[in-house]
C-alpha cells in the first residue's frame, strides 16, 4: 500500500547514457513533482505537474524531460548523463498543489543516482 | 533568488535538553511553512506545518512563525536519539513553489 513509489532504487550508469525514472502515486493526488537532492542534502525543485499538465520547470538542463501519462504517474527521462547528474531524485505529490500552499507534499523513497 | 537558510549544524544536544532549529526566508508572500525530517539515506517526512504567526505545539514538537522577521523555528523538547536526523525548512511560495533549506543536522546524544 506503498503511497509514493519510485523505480528504481539504486541506478548507476556511464556517462553519456540515457535513463529514466518512474514515478506512482495511489494517493489519488492532483499534483505531482520531482526533486533533486544533492551530496549537500540541498533539495531543489526540478518540474511540478498537475493533472498531467507542466506547472512549474525550473532551471535545469533541457536533457531533463518529465512525462506524465496521467495523474498518478510522473516519468523522468535524463539524456546523455553527465557526472554532476549523480544525486538522489526523489518524486512527491501533494493532494491539489495549485492554489493550495498549505498542503503536505508526501514525498517517494528516492532514486539514487550514480553517473560514473 | 528566494532564499531558505538554516543553520547546517552539526547541532548536538544531550539527550532530554531541548533542541531549537531555526530558518529565515527571504520571500515576504510565503504563505506557509513546514518542517520535514530526513534520516540519512530515506525520504523527508513532515514533522509540522504553521501558516500563522506564533507557535504552534504538536506532542513534543513546537513551531514558531513570526512572519515579520521572516522566521521561522522547530523547538524538540525532551530530545531523544531517535531525534538525531536532519531537519529541513520548506517554505511554500505559492502555486506549488516549495522551497527547501539546506537542512540542519541534529546529533541526540545519550
Known amino acids: 500500500d506503498t503511497a509514493v513509489s519510485q523505480t528504481p532504487k539504486y541506478l548507476v550508469t556511464q556517462m553519456g547514457n540515457d535513463k529514466s525514472i518512474k514515478c506512482e502515486q495511489n494517493?489519488?493526488?492532483?499534483?505531482m513533482y520531482w526533486y533533486k537532492q544533492d551530496s549537500k542534502k540541498f533539495l531543489k525543485i526540478m518540474f511540478s505537474y498537475n493533472n498531467k499538465e507542466l506547472i512549474i520547470n525550473e532551471t535545469v538542463p533541457n536533457r531533463f524531460s518529465p512525462k506524465s501519462p496521467d495523474k498518478a504517474h510522473l516519468n523522468l527521462h535524463i539524456n546523455s548523463l553527465e557526472l554532476g547528474d549523480s544525486a538522489v531524485y526523489f518524486c512527491?505529490?501533494?493532494?491539489?498543489?495549485?492554489?493550495?500552499?498549505?498542503?503536505?507534499?508526501?514525498f517517494g523513497p528516492g532514486t539514487r543516482l550514480l553517473v560514473l | 533568488q528566494k532564499e531558505v537558510e538554516q543553520n547546517s549544524g552539526p547541532l548536538s544536544v544531550p539527550e532530554g535538553a531541548i533542541a531549537s532549529l531555526n530558518c529565515t526566508y527571504s520571500?515576504?508572500?510565503?504563505?506557509?511553512f513546514f518542517w520535514y525530517r530526513q534520516y540519512s539515506g530515506k525520504s523527508p517526512e513532515l514533522i509540522m506545518s504553521?501558516?500563522?504567526?506564533g507557535d504552534k505545539e504538536d506532542g513534543r514538537f513546537t513551531a514558531q512563525l513570526n512572519k515579520a522577521s521572516q522566521y521561522v523555528s522547530l523547538l524538540i523538547r525532551d530530545s531523544q536519539p531517535s531525534d538525531s536526523a536532519t531537519y529541513l525548512c520548506a517554505v511554500n511560495e505559492g502555486n506549488n513553489d516549495m522551497r527547501f533549506g539546506a537542512g540542519t543536522r541534529l546529533t541526540v546524544k545519550p
Open positions: 512527491a505529490s501533494s493532494p491539489r498543489g495549485a492554489g493550495a500552499p498549505w498542503e503536505t507534499q508526501y
Open positions: 494517493l489519488g493526488h492532483d499534483t
Open positions: 520571500d515576504r508572500g510565503s504563505q506557509s
Open positions: 504553521i501558516y500563522s504567526n
